[in-house]
């Protein structure tokens, strides 16, 4: 089962424009990683927050991290083609091993 | 550095036939993960192996197996294969547990 839901599905922006995308869950977690995926291939890791940090920066990405709402945020500034992908959340809840539970994914496309 | 590789990139199989598929981590990364993605849908956690031994296991039949050999490389067999599991199998591997997690390109599987 999914344990997060990205927001929205999809999402349609012109070259330059910033991107976000917002991730919800129902537990309490490790940390949340944001991973991209170009056509159905493997993932790419890109950003991992953990529990008790607040705010991640990694060059154009910008992620966030709200537990008491459960919910994260990644923001892309000055998108490019490139950036085209899907983008999932996923989050770790787990002890003694780490089991990924991955949302449902935003497909973003950028438009030159 | 190499990164995750899988084999082979597409496999057909028929239902009742038996599959693996093979992985070969990151140099130095002692830690495998499976995951299935089923097409339009996020990953979902099968399997994470650490040094040799299992230590998660997600929501999956016992027809789903896996093992890791000494050189932390690791296959994952399914037995008497279904329709439903026609999906994208996603290894990925990691230096600790927990940590991010580096993705493979994956191997398509399609079960006719």
């Known amino acids: 089962s999914q344990q997060g839901e990205e927001d929205p599905q999809a999402l349609s922006i012109q070259e330059g424009e910033n991107a976000t995308m917002n991730c919800s869950y129902k537990?309490?977690?490790?940390?949340l990683q944001w991973y991209r995926q170009n056509s159905g291939r493997g993932l790419v890791h890109l950003i991992l927050?953990?529990?008790?940090?607040r705010e991640k920066h990694s060059g154009r990405l910008r992620v966030t991290l709200d537990t008491s709402k459960k919910s994260s945020s990644l923001l892309i500034t000055a998108s490019r083609a490139a950036d085209t992908a899907s983008y999932f959340c996923?989050?770790?809840?787990?002890?003694?091993?780490?089991?990924?539970?991955f949302g449902t994914g935003t497909r973003l496309l950028v438009s030159p | 550095d190499a990164g995750v590789t899988q084999s082979p990139t597409h496999l057909i199989k028929t239902r009742g036939q038996h599959v693996t598929l093979r992985c070969s981590p990151i140099?130095?990364?002692?830690?495998v993960s499976w995951y299935q993605q089923v097409l339009g849908q996020g990953p979902q956690f099968i399997f994470q192996?650490?040094?040799?031994?299992?230590?998660g296991r997600g929501n999956f039949p016992d027809r789903f197996s896996a093992r890791q050999f000494p050189n932390y490389s690791s296959e994952l067999n399914v037995n008497a294969l279904l329709l439903g599991d026609s999906a994208l199998y996603l290894c990925?591997?990691?230096?600790?547990?927990?940590?991010?997690?580096?993705f493979g390109p994956g191997t398509r599987l399609t079960v006719t």
């Open positions: 537990t309490s977690i490790n940390n």
């Open positions: 140099s130095g990364h002692k830690s």
């Open positions: 990925a591997s990691s230096s600790q547990v927990p940590y991010e997690q580096y």
């Open positions: 996923a989050t770790d809840a787990s002890t003694g091993f780490q089991k990924l539970v």
């Open positions: 192996y650490y040094e040799k031994e299992e230590r």
């Open positions: 927050i953990r529990s008790n940090e």
